[in-house]
């Protein structure tokens, strides 16, 4: 083949590919390989599911949509068609579709019903087969396939004795149920961010499978008066991303820090100041952890408060004394955990800073412990360099990029510590 045929070959191909999917795999590889049909029905939610569609596409994932009448009324069918890149499927022909992609040889990882209204979780959990979706729902309950429903609905059916008979019952068939959020008396479709999250953890690796992991993230503030406090520019990012990511792969998961995440599968425990999270950390691993990750900003000085707002004008001494050391007592408590710590120096060389977080993760006890020289960033961005040292291997591994990146790179190293 000459060089014009080979890119007549390629505008060929890229022509068959419909041009939402240019976006596939854009933001992580999380749902690479795996297939989803989106089921829709007749929810003021389903004006949601556009973007939902293509945030699975961006991590990876083949959709498909399929839509009851009813949804059809809410959103047009070449809407669905746009976001996934594939044709939608509004009645069942020839094609047996919901067989093609549900049955026990079918093309499906997961069926995923968003949103779904009381009417269809009603059919689901009595078996009855008279839409599009709930025939997919039953071909794909019958071969075991998963199954997640993410309710939508005004409050007052989502609170009917019936309805919630209904999702426990499906939940007893190992149905994952995600959301709904309740507010303005509407049990409101769950957010995108936490349905692909769910997604994720529903069709990802399961490293951390039956693993409970702690995390403490962000910064911590010391009180000063009622009013001032003294604390520092970490973001919490990393936290956050440790957190997701730990959950997206099997694990369960606690968040120590002092702003919210949101998301109902995350335990987050709300602390202020380093002695808060000191205890918070202690108390919480007596329920039994098999990892702690350090990446909180931990003040290491704190003062007396004063009980009034001081007053302002002229010159003022702050005297300062040490905080607790989290790490220090945690090992000291809890000798057979895993414990990841956190270096942070700024103005040092690549070497400096390995040997100062090398002599950390000696003293410390250290499992492994990730370092960076925020004075080139890191703190506050989206992005962040890091070396990671561990007593198992002598040699440092360097990573960068996002702090999603970071983070899976962290948790693949210690999984291979808890194997």
């Known amino acids: 083949m000459d060089k014009v045929d080979t890119q007549n070959a390629a505008r060929l191909k890229a022509e068959k590919i419909h041009p939402t999917l240019w976006i596939e795999g854009q933001r992580s590889s999380s749902l690479s390989g795996k297939t989803i049909v989106l089921g829709v029905t007749g929810s003021i939610g389903a004006v ?238 007596e329920k039994g952890y098999d990892v702690l990750i350090s990446s909180a900003a931990i003040a290491d000085y704190t003062a007396e408060p004063s009980p009034e707002k001081i007053k302002s004008g002229g010159e003022f001494v702050l005297k300062l004394k040490p905080t607790r050391k989290l790490i220090k007592e945690c090992r000291e408590k809890f000798p057979d955990l895993v414990i990841v710590g956190f270096k942070a120096e700024t103005g040092v060389g690549r070497d400096e800073l390995l040997r100062r977080a090398a002599a950390t993760l000696e003293g410390s006890k250290l499992d492994l412990i990730a370092a960076n020289d925020v004075g080139k960033g890191g703190m506050g961005t989206e992005e962040n360099e890091l070396y990671l040292l561990g007593r198992e291997k002598s040699e440092p591994r360097h990573v960068s990029g996002n702090k999603r990146k970071l983070a899976a790179f962290i948790f693949d190293e210690v999984s291979g510590l808890l194997k």
């Open 48 to 285: 949601r599911v556009v973007e939902l569609a293509r945030e699975l596409i961006r991590n990876g994932a083949e959709v498909h949509a399929v839509m009851t009448d009813a949804a059809r009324h809410i959103l047009h069918p070449d809407a669905l068609h746009y976001a996934t890149g594939n044709p939608v499927i509004s009645e069942l022909g020839g094609r047996v579709e919901h067989v093609e992609f549900c049955g026990l040889k079918g093309r499906a990882d997961l069926l995923l019903i968003a949103p779904a209204t009381a009417n269809t979780i009603g059919k689901i959990a009595y078996g009855i087969d008279d839409t599009t979706v709930t025939s997919f729902a039953t071909t794909a309950l019958g071969s075991g396939l998963p199954l997640m429903v993410v309710p939508a609905m005004h409050e007052s059916m989502y609170r009917h004795p019936a309805v919630v008979e209904n999702l426990i019952k499906l939940k007893s068939w190992g149905v994952s149920i995600v959301g709904p959020k309740l507010e303005e008396g509407i049990a409101k479709i769950a957010s995108n961010e936490e349905i692909v999250l769910e997604v994720e953890r529903a069709l990802g690796r399961k490293t951390l499978q039956k693993r409970r992991v702690i995390i403490t993230g962000g910064s911590t503030a010391e009180r000063l008066d009622p009013i001032r406090i003294l604390t520092n520019r970490a973001s919490g990012k990393t936290g956050r991303e440790l957190a997701l990511e730990a959950y997206r792969s099997g694990a369960d998961v606690a968040l120590v820090h002092r702003d919210r995440l949101g998301f109902s599968g995350i335990k987050e425990i709300f602390t202020e100041s380093a002695a808060e999270m000191t205890e918070a950390v202690l108390s919480e691993l």
